[in-house]
């Protein structure tokens, strides 16, 4: 479905990515690991048409995305849930949610996703009058969500969605997520800084580190952590330590 062939990315004169591949099929939950300033947002600015590959190219169902308009990208069915849980705070839930829909020309259609998307939030129709800047951080992350959904995506990126929410929340968060990929028949690319949660939902996992992949695998051979922890904190780029030198709990003989 997603094709991204080494794309590299400036601001400036700093490098954010250089020479980044990655691909999602369709129906696949891929998630993007790494440290904070890896290049993970830019990576999924640069498919949503947000920022502008200087080299590289992004193909969505065979078709090059790169100097597209972000309302184009949108149109071709890719949604960007940004980091940060941004909701209209004086705004009830149930606006929040049709904003998502208000680029639609099919009004009835809107209407009913609306019912649709509500029916996998039962905690966002409880709440659908009140403000959602009254929603806990959980509950305004299920609203972006849903709020993205209205817009009929096939391909929704999420950046963080676990970034300060309890480790039971982010779960449930998962579990939508990954029940509207059964349902709705949606492809998922989710950007965590926390390898934990990934490794439990994604069925593959890359890890992008200093602008560039350092490792991709299916999350199934990567249950140890271990590879995913050495291209994360990139152990393993400088000369082994001389046998003998460290002593980690083990027994001299
Ligand atoms: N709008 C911007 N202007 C300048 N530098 C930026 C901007 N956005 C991100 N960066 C820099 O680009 C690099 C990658 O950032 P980002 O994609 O946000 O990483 P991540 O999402 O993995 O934390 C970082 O060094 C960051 O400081
Ligand atoms: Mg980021």
């Not at 929603?135 to 609203?143: K, R």
Request: charged share 20%; glycine share 12%.
């Amino acid at each position: 479905m997603l094709e991204i062939d080494d794309i590299h990315v400036n601001y400036g004169r700093l490098q954010a990515l250089r020479g980044v591949s990655l691909t999602v099929a369709e129906g696949e939950v891929v998630c993007l690991v790494g440290p904070n300033g890896a290049g993970k947002s830019t990576t999924l600015a640069a498919i949503a048409g947000g920022v502008t590959p200087h080299a590289g190219g992004i193909k969505l169902q065979g078709r090059g995305l790169i100097g597209m308009a972000p309302e184009a990208i949108s149109r071709l069915g890719v949604s960007l849930v940004p980091e940060g849980r941004h909701v209209f705070a004086s705004l009830t839930v149930a606006e929040n949610l049709r904003i998502g829909g208000f680029q639609r020309r099919d009004r009835s259609g809107a209407a009913a996703d609306f019912e649709r998307i509500l029916s996998h939030f039962p905690r966002l129709r409880e709440r659908l009058q009140q403000p959602a800047g009254q929603l806990s951080g959980g509950e305004q992350q299920m609203l972006v969500i849903g709020r993205a959904l209205m817009t009929k995506p096939r391909l929704v990126m999420v950046d963080e969605p676990s970034l300060g929410l309890a480790p039971l929340i982010v779960d449930q968060v998962y579990e939508i997520l990954l029940s509207l990929r059964q349902s709705e028949g949606l492809t998922l690319l989710i950007n965590e800084q926390s390898s934990k949660r990934v490794l439990k939902f994604a069925d593959r996992i890359y890890v992008l580190r200093g602008g560039r992949i350092q490792l991709h695998d299916r999350a199934s051979n990567l249950q140890d952590g271990k590879a995913i922890m050495e291209a994360y904190f990139g152990f393993g780029e400088h000369p082994a330590p001389a046998a003998g030198s460290v002593a980690l709990g083990g027994v001299a003989r």
